[in-house]
């Protein structure tokens, strides 16, 4: 019997995140789609990033392991949904890999750029969740700091390219 985990309307189990960066979009997306820039920004201080793989393709598979100050890996495996190039990435990690399912089905990620002016792109990411526990204990995780501080960071290495 197929039944949903929580009737909440998805705006209830979203996190959105809105950003003007100080730097074009498909400078923005290459820091989003190209390994060694992913690893100069996806993580906030102290964490960093010691590996990041993309196939960059609806259906190929991404695999980011974030590395802790004492240096404890958390690899967050996943699977691209949507790519149009410099426009909006989804992914999820409800897949691992090739349609095989996670233990723990947890968000669905979008990243949308958009033109704000010359050399300038508004970023939002959004991400959505089964339930609205998740959606709490991904707040609660520091979403809104931990991501903001990455968009501090994207915008970083995007403008510097």
């Known amino acids: 019997m197929c039944t949903s985990q929580e009737n909440a309307p998805i705006a209830q ?3 959105v995140l809105t950003r003007v960066l100080r730097a074009p979009r498909e400078k923005v997306f290459r820091a989003w789609t190209e390994p060694e820039l992913m690893k100069r920004w996806f993580c906030p201080p ?6 990041a793989e993309v196939d960059l393709r609806p ?3 991404s695999l980011i392991v974030m590395r802790g ?3 404890t890996e958390m690899p967050c495996p996943g699977v691209y949904l949507e790519v149009v190039k410099n426009e909006k990435l989804v992914f999820t990690d409800a897949f691992v890999r090739a349609w095989e399912p996670s ?3 947890f968000m669905v990620g ?3 750029l958009e033109d ?3 050399g300038k792109t508004t970023y939002t990411a959004k991400v959505q969740h089964w339930t609205v526990a998740s959606r709490d204990e991904h707040e609660k995780m ?3 700091e931990g991501w903001g501080k990455c968009a501090e960071q994207l915008e970083e290495v995007a403008g510097g390219l």
């Open 103 to 105: 233990n723990r089905a």
């Open 59 to 61: 259906g190929g598979t």
């Open 116 to 118: 704000a002016g010359p």
């Open 142 to 144: 520091g979403f809104y």
């Open 110 to 112: 979008t990243i949308l």
């Open 69 to 71: 100050p004492d240096g």
């Open 46 to 51: 102290p964490w960093s990033v010691s590996r």
């Open 13 to 15: 189990r979203a996190l």
